[in-house]
C-alpha cells in the first residue's frame, strides 16, 4: 500500500465517479480501478460499491476513508515541516555567551532581530565560562557562542567581530586615584592590587605599558562579581569600558586610562563548516553586521 493508493480511494471517496476522479488525479480511469483494486487487495474489504450506473462507499469504506484523510493529512504535514526545516524556518538553535555580551547589548540586538525574522526557531541562551565555550562549539553542545577576543581558536572555528570597545579602570568611588583629573597615567597604578577579570589581556597590556607585574589580590569569575570585591576596596580592575553603562555600584567609580586606548572586542564564533540551515540564517545575520565601536568613558 503507498501513499498513491490513499489519495485515490480520498477523491473516489469525494467524487463516487471513476472518470471524473480519474482526471483530477491525472490518471487513467483503467488506471484508477487497478489502484482501488490494489488497495481493496491489501486490505481485504471491499471499499465501494460499484455498479454500470452508480459507485457507493461501502461500510468499510466510511470506517477506512477517516483514517485514511488524517494518514495522508498527516503525511502532509510532514513533508511541509521538513520543508521548512530544511528552508532553515524551523529548527533549534544553542547559543553561548559572556555576561559581557549582554551588557553591551549585542547579544539582545541579535536575538531580537532573528526571533523577528524567523521566529518559529527555538533560540535557547546560556551563559558559560569564556574558555570553555570553543570547544562546547566543536562538540556540538552551542551552536553559535558570543566571546570576547583574543581568544584562542581551534581549527574549524570562525569569528567575526561584532564590537570594539576599550578598556578603562574599575576602582572603589573613595580611592585616592578618583581624586586626579583626566585619565589615569599607568605609571599611577605600579602600586595597586588588582581584582582580575576572566579575560586578561587588558590587565597585561596596562602593565606592559606602564613597565610593571601586577599583584593579583583576587580572581572572582564573572564581571559583576570583579566589581563588586573592587567597590568593596579589595583592589582596582582592568574592565571594558561597556560595564560603565550598565553596572553602577554603591562605591564604584570608573576612570579611562591615558595613552592609546587598548582594545578589547565581543565576537561572534561560528563552526566552519555549519550545515544547519537555520543556525547558517543566524550566522549570515551576525556576519552582515557592521562593527561597532565604543568610546572611552
Known amino acids: 500500500m503507498e501513499l498513491r493508493h490513499l489519495r485515490a480511494f480520498l477523491v473516489l471517496a469525494d467524487t463516487l465517479h471513476f472518470a471524473r476522479a480519474a482526471e483530477q488525479l491525472g490518471v487513467s480511469p483503467p488506471t484508477?480501478?487497478?489502484?482501488?483494486?490494489?488497495?481493496e487487495h491489501a486490505l481485504q474489504a471491499r471499499l465501494f460499491h460499484r455498479t454500470k450506473r452508480s459507485v457507493s462507499l461501502s461500510a468499510a469504506g466510511e470506517a477506512f476513508r477517516s483514517e485514511a484523510a488524517a494518514t495522508l493529512a498527516q503525511f502532509e504535514q510532514a513533508v511541509q515541516v521538513g520543508q521548512r526545516?530544511?528552508?532553515?524556518?524551523?529548527?533549534?538553535?544553542?547559543?553561548?555567551?559572556?555576561?559581557?555580551?549582554?551588557?553591551?547589548?549585542?547579544?539582545?540586538?541579535?536575538?531580537?532581530?532573528?526571533?523577528r525574522q524567523w521566529p518559529e526557531v527555538l533560540l535557547t541562551l546560556e551563559e558559560a565560562p569564556m574558555e570553555t565555550l570553543p570547544q562546547q562549539?566543536?562538540?556540538?553542545?552551542?551552536?553559535?557562542?558570543?566571546?570576547?577576543?583574543p581568544l584562542t581558536l581551534p581549527p574549524g572555528l570562525d569569528s567575526h567581530t561584532l564590537l570594539r570597545?576599550?578598556?578603562?579602570?574599575?576602582?572603589?568611588?573613595?580611592?585616592?586615584?578618583?581624586?586626579?583629573?583626566?585619565?589615569?597615567?599607568?605609571?599611577?597604578?605600579?602600586q595597586e592590587s588588582f581584582?582580575?577579570?576572566?579575560?586578561?589581556?587588558?590587565?597585561?597590556?596596562?602593565?606592559?605599558?606602564?613597565?610593571?607585574?601586577?599583584?593579583?589580590?583576587?580572581?572572582?569569575?564573572?564581571?559583576?562579581?570583579?566589581?563588586?570585591?573592587v567597590s568593596l576596596g579589595v583592589g582596582v580592575a582592568v574592565v571594558p569600558s561597556v560595564v560603565t553603562d550598565?553596572?553602577?555600584?554603591?562605591?564604584?567609580?570608573?576612570?579611562?586610562?591615558?595613552?592609546?586606548?587598548?582594545y578589547s572586542e565581543v565576537a561572534a564564533l561560528s563552526r566552519r563548516f555549519e550545515r544547519d540551515p537555520a543556525v547558517q540564517h543566524l550566522i549570515r545575520q551576525l556576519h552582515d553586521t557592521p562593527l561597532r565601536r565604543l568610546p572611552a568613558p
Open 32 to 39: 484508477l480501478t487497478v489502484q482501488i483494486q490494489e488497495l
Open 246 to 262: 550598565v553596572i553602577q555600584l554603591p562605591n564604584l567609580a570608573y576612570r579611562s586610562l591615558a595613552g592609546a586606548a587598548i
Open 195 to 229: 581584582v582580575l577579570p576572566e579575560q586578561d589581556i587588558g590587565l597585561r597590556e596596562v602593565a606592559r605599558r606602564g613597565r610593571f607585574t601586577p599583584r593579583i589580590s583576587v580572581v572572582p569569575g564573572s564581571l559583576l562579581a570583579v566589581l563588586t570585591h
Open 85 to 115: 526545516a530544511g528552508r532553515g524556518q524551523l529548527g533549534h538553535i544553542r547559543i553561548g555567551y559572556v555576561a559581557s555580551a549582554s551588557f553591551a547589548g549585542v547579544l539582545q540586538e541579535h536575538m531580537a532581530r532573528y526571533r
Open 137 to 149: 562549539l566543536l562538540d556540538g553542545n552551542v551552536d553559535i557562542a558570543l566571546v570576547r577576543l
Open 165 to 190: 570597545d576599550p578598556f578603562c579602570l574599575a576602582l572603589a568611588a573613595d580611592h585616592p586615584l578618583t581624586e586626579r583629573n583626566g585619565p589615569l597615567p599607568l605609571s599611577a597604578l605600579k
